[in-house]
């Protein structure tokens, strides 16, 4: 067993993945989308963030296989806890955050002013927050090949969560605060929120109440809604520039005519493969899913690029923006015979600005770029990170971020993005081992069993955003998900205007909040407080 000091996971969408975007101020609570053009943009951008906070980490023991008889190899799983608002007397809960993909350093805020502090004052519990198996320094392993990483599943991680509920005993609480003798309230965010609704329904005994954020319950091997909400969500202008450009872009490709020209526009004239191509000028959009309520933690890349999409450059009128793409007016001379809109060349300048020019001046754009050579992608040390959830989506989640399956359908990410290609790094990264080989797609029947779009349950809250890209993945789709009825026993929520688990931020004081945050964090109360009133002890034997 081994523990190293954890790095951050730089977001970088699917394209970058997942929603693993290239942020300025990178949101850390992503679901992560990588995809073989993401690791690139991962490497570039890797470092180590420090997250201040009072809460000490601790550690319960867990076994590495919660499932093979007579298994005694175990690690250490890292907890922090807040019990602040804890008080004996009125028998308060546990409420627990699932640390999910990534660090849980990086959930600590939330154990602080957000949705574990807000609900743990209410009902005077405890707060806790659990990393997840393999992430931050819950690392059970000495290299993240592809037999170390076998154990890294649904499954096993729900295990841990079950163990640790059942036998954990807290520093400096004398009780017995083990479930099911006390009230846990299991809360996660994103792919933690699938977690959550599915521990509620493996582990009833256990988990009294769930509260699933953005819970992406439906586990999907292409994930194409995602930009399609994207782009119906985006300002007109900004997704209409998109659109034309992608379409523009994509018809170059074809004819070859100006390739290179077009590729030295965005700075990469010696790339390669068009695919790369495509792949890494997708990179802003995921900052779509960075935006926040509170401005000190959320995104504006998003915005910002739309912005400079659709500014005329400096020799031209400003009234020409107001022309239709591709106007006469709008159109700049890249090279004899070779013209472009405005918008192009600002989408070009863009990327060339925010994306390229993290390529150290040491390599070529292939080398950062580039995704065809296997050999960049089989670095199995703990510290390349990004193996974990690569391997999850690999294996069993899926999620990769096609173009639209019919090509006339309006989009904003090339139709060169397909399966075949952003799955490739299952291959390239995960050869097969001794013990263990990922299977040619991923398993995601295993996720979708447990009730993929209808699953539900009494004191099971599904809470999510209007525009969150991952909505199409949880119980608020609107094509394949049956609609329900909003009740304190199941809450059923949707935030209107809101991203990606936007419930889970809070401050120190609900009402310097925006109404409508202060709205749902007020029904969470409410909801949970009702929930606590039912609760009855289970007679002891």
Known sequence: MVHVEPKFLVQALSIFYFLCVVDAAPDTNLLRVLGPQGVN???LEKGVL????????????QPLDHFAKGSKHTFHQRYWVNDRHYDARKGGPVIVLDGGETSGEDRLPFLDTGIVEILARAT???????????YGASIPVDNFTTDSLRWLDNEQAAADSANFMANVKFDGIDEDLTAPNTPWIYYGGSYAGARAAHMKVLYPELVYGSIASSAVVHAELTNWKYMEVIRLAADPICSSHLENSISIIDEILDHRLFVRHLKALFGVKDLQHDE?????????LGSWQSKVWDPTVGSTTFDDFCHALKKPLGHHNASIADQPFGHTSRMVTIADGFKLDFSIVNYALWIKEHIVSRCPPDRTVEQCFGTFDDTQYQETSLDQDWRLWQFQVCTQWGYFTTSPPNENWPRIISRRLTLEYESK???????????FTVPAEPNITAVNALGDFDLAA??????????????????????HANDREDTILRPFKLIPGAVHHWDEYGLPNLLDEPPEIQKIHGEMIDFVMEWLEDFKAPQKD
């Not at 790094?425 to 013990?435: L, R, S, T």
Request: aromatic letters at 14%; charged letters at 30%.
């Open 41 to 43: 943009l991962w490497k």
């Open 50 to 61: 420090s997250t201040a906070t009072d809460f000490r980490a601790r550690w319960f023991e």
């Open 124 to 134: 005077a519990g405890v707060g806790v927050v659990l990393e997840h198996r393999y």
């Open 276 to 284: 790369d191509f495509v792949s890494l000028i997708e990179a802003p």
């Open 425 to 435: 790094i299952c291959k390239q990264a995960f050869p097969p081992g001794k013990d």
């Open 458 to 479: 009494d004191r099971l809250a599904f809470i999510d955003g209007e525009v969150d890209p991952w909505r199409p993945d949880t119980p608020h789709d609107v094509d």
